[in-house]
T-cell receptor, first 113, second 117 residues
């Protein structure tokens, strides 16, 4: 079956530091990959996505590249802000049948001034 | 982008009562809606998938008689937690798929915080 593994948090950084949150996956076929962000007390918002190998998703300074050879989709940002503090979820869907999302456990990011 | 709303955003109820949570797609028709449950500091657990006009498909371990799902129209799905108990306290999130989306992207509601006393 499908599975997503994320690095455990919390990840604690100072403002303007470089961010990497690792994500690896196991899936059959060619899944689509996503990063979602959840701010405290809110639902999930799609941050970025990639639908095929070597695609790079990017949004709000965040980016992630779909690496089929390493089955990875690591999230990066060059300079984090306090407002980036949230929980980040890596997820995938298979490209057949329903678009059921398989989520990683989430990684909390805490950015201090 | 597509907007999904949930109502109420927060509800507190007494043990033994039933609670209904609504999930609406505001600007698109949702052929499929999903219901998730999220425990504190944990990931989302898919509870069930509902298609308009048909019975919901529940994930293994989810009691369908306790968590009643109705998807009566292309813009509304409801989750009713029957005879709620404190262990049902959780954050419930719905999502919806637009029938016209080529990527089958799920759009998430803001969630409903249920507290059972």
């Amino acid at each position: 079956g499908n599975s997503v593994t994320q690095m455990e948090g919390p990840v604690t950084l100072s403002e303007e530091a470089f961010l990497t949150i690792n994500c690896t996956y196991t899936a059959t076929g060619y899944p689509s990959l996503f990063w979602y962000v959840q701010y405290p007390g809110e639902g999930l918002q799609l941050l970025l996505k990639a639908t095929k190998a070597d695609d790079k998703g990017s949004n709000k300074g965040f980016e992630a590249t779909y690496r089929k050879e390493t089955t990875s989709f690591h999230l990066e940002k060059g300079s984090v802000q306090v407002s980036d503090s949230a929980v980040y979820f890596c997820a995938l869907t298979s490209n057949s049948g329903y678009s059921t999302l398989t989520f990683g456990k989430g990684t909390m990011l805490l950015v201090s001034p | 982008g597509a907007v999904v709303s949930q109502h109420p955003s927060r509800v507190i109820c007494k043990s033994g009562t039933s609670v209904k949570i609504e999930c609406r797609s505001l600007d698109f028709q949702a052929t499929t809606m999903f219901w998730y449950r999220q425990f504190p500091k944990q990931s989302l657990m898919l509870m069930a998938t509902s298609n308009e006009g048909s019975k919901a498909t529940y994930e293994q371990g989810v009691e369908k008689d306790k968590f009643l799902i109705n998807h009566a129209s292309l813009t509304l799905s409801t989750l009713t937690v029957t005879s709620a108990h404190p262990e049902d306290s959780s954050f419930y999130i719905c999502s919806a798929i637009s029938g016209t989306s080529s990527y089958n992207e799920q759009f998430f509601g803001p969630g409903t915080r249920l507290t059972v006393l």
